[in-house]
């Protein structure tokens, strides 16, 4: 059985710093597009940060690109997010998901077949 659960999410100001963690069981983490998306209040699912693709390239959404960093332990299970310089608009409900295709460019849709419960972000300005 597959299970995702993330921790880390909280409150920070503007300009600080987290570091989310999604912790996995039931799938391997070399064979599965591992992704973080995020939803803000108002706002669809959107896919900020993945390794979606066979040479594990991490793709990144433009409005967090040098300030967001996704890597993997593979010992541990674990998927993590950093999120440094963070702004009032990274505030949302970050998901952490694992999807057995591929994508390229992008995240992909949110239609991941495994999805993490969710873990509150808010960033004051």
């Known amino acids: 059985q597959v299970q995702l659960v993330e921790s880390g999410g909280g409150l920070v100001q503007s300009g600080g710093s987290l570091r989310l963690a999604c912790a996995t069981s039931?799938?391997?983490?070399?064979?599965?597009?591992i992704a973080w998306f995020r939803q803000g209040p108002g706002m669809e699912r959107e896919g900020v940060s993945c390794?979606?693709?066979?040479?594990?390239?991490?793709y990144y959404v433009s409005s967090v690109k040098g300030r967001f960093t996704i890597s993997k332990d593979n010992a541990k299970n674990t998927v993590y997010l950093q999120m440094d310089s963070l702004k009032p608009e990274d505030t949302g409900v970050y998901y952490c998901?694992?999807?057995?295709?591929?994508?390229?460019?992008?995240?992909?849709?949110?239609?991941?077949?495994?999805w993490g419960q969710g873990i509150q972000v808010t960033v004051s300005s």
């Open positions: 998901a694992a999807d057995r295709g591929y994508y390229y460019d992008s995240c992909g849709p949110p239609m991941y077949d495994y």
């Open positions: 390794i979606a693709t066979p040479d594990g390239t991490p």
């Open positions: 039931g799938l391997n983490l070399d064979r599965y597009a």
